[in-house]
């Protein structure tokens, strides 16, 4: 599998295209501020699956768009995220968004250990709630590629203190789901450069 990533926006926000380079077939994950660069390059592939890790406004600022733009394609999110992507409010769209109010919702909501599949494409849901409370990564085990959004940074981690966060919660789920992968899983955050699990393990002092 191949990766494009679109991060030119002031808040360093990844949007990602994970796609098969073979036949271009891929899901874009997190469609957020950087919204010329992924609407110009989303003719160059066949996107199967939008995919919101969470749903704060950075996130999905461009969901409205990429879906326009791409009728085939189902969006997911986690079962426990509706009520943020829906109200402005939760989702900061209101007190920190772009002059706009941003509502959204998924066409399938999906739960721990689903998987969501593209082509070849098989991404694992790991329920991660912390950042926010419908939080999820996204964990390709046969490629050792995990997104993390905002739930595990390069060492860092995401924000507890904005709507439906839980410090402990976030803590639990980086122990338990995402540290127990295997150390040379490759870690694509929702900001900021990569990482792998076993570089956090040894190198996130906030775990």
């Known amino acids: 599998m191949e990766l494009k990533v679109f991060n030119k926006n002031p808040y360093e926000q990844n949007t990602y295209i994970y796609y098969e380079p073979e036949t271009k077939v891929g899901v874009i994950i997190d469609p957020g501020f950087s919204k010329t660069q992924i609407v110009k390059a989303l003719d160059e592939f066949d996107i199967k699956a939008i995919i919101l890790t969470h749903g704060h406004h950075d996130h999905i600022f461009s969901l409205q768009k990429v879906v326009e733009l791409t009728p085939n394609a189902k969006v997911f999110a986690h079962e426990m995220e509706k009520e943020l992507l829906a109200d402005p409010t939760l989702n900061l769209s209101n007190p920190y968004g772009e002059a706009k109010d941003v509502k959204a919702a998924a066409d399938t909501y999906v739960n721990e250990d689903e998987v969501i599949s593209a082509g070849n494409i098989s991404l694992r849901v790991i329920y991660t709630p912390g950042h926010t409370i419908g939080g999820m990564c996204l964990y390709d085990c046969e490629n050792g590629v995990l997104f993390s959004g905002d739930t595990l940074f ?47 393990i040894k190198n996130n002092v906030y775990v």
Request: net charge negative; no cysteine; glycine share 10%.
């Open 154 to 200: 390069k060492e860092n981690v995401g924000r507890t203190d904005l709507p439906t966060g839980n410090t402990e919660q976030l803590t639990e789920s980086i122990k338990t789901k995402l540290f127990v992968l295997p150390p040379e899983t490759k870690v694509y955050s929702g900001h900021g450069e990569p990482t792998t699990i076993g570089h956090e």
